[in-house]
């Protein structure tokens, strides 16, 4: 069957969609031969698809990953920069995955890992308004903090959905509160917080879409089951 050539390199766990698409533009994807433009399809049964001259693997199940991030480890496969990667935790899965959108490096908790475009493209779009939920430890408390959280609309001048916030503790100016947003704009909840005149001391990713973080231990992963990933991408568990 034909498809577009981005979901297929996506499909056989080379890359997400958008890498996809960047090769293309790179002229690194030919279909017999010949160099690929964005949005061609091909059919793998009967053309002969390849990437810098290699042809595609053979589809495999796809793999899908909770871990439990914990601080100091940046989400992104390649960071000179960065001093440990996210995929270093989840070397021995056996398969290249790649994270489901990001924590930035201080924050834990959390994180999707997959070979799966699809399923990233399906997590990540705006139109799914996937619910990711958050427990803050902060600094700077005051009677009216949640309100003036729960109020902010726009960031840097971009516009913002407003934060569900509920107050899980409290003890003066400290708290914990529990952020529930979908957008999963830059360092959303950090820059709310900082709108607010809150100091945020941690943060932590404790679920998405219903999907628990639990009590997998730092540093630790496990594989999704198939009713989570149905959870997380909105489609029908298959009998």
Known sequence: MRQRLQ????????????TAEAWIEAGRVTVNGEKVRLGDQADPEIDDIRVDGKPLPGKREPVYLMLNKPRGYACTLSDPHAAHLVTELVANCGRRVYPVGRLDVESQGLLLLTDDGDFAHAVLHPSHQVDKVYHVAVRGMEEDTVRRLTSITDLDGEPVRPAKVRILRR???????EFTIHEGRKRQIRRLCAKAGLTVDTLLRVSEQGVVLGNLEEGAWRPLTAEEVCRLTGKPKQS
């Not at 979901?7 to 958008?18: A, D, I, T, W």
């Not at 003890?171 to 509160?177: K, Q, S, T, V």
């Open 171 to 177: 003890n003066g100016g400290r708290a914990l509160l």
């Open 7 to 18: 979901k297929l390199l996506s499909g056989v766990g080379l890359c997400s969609r958008r």
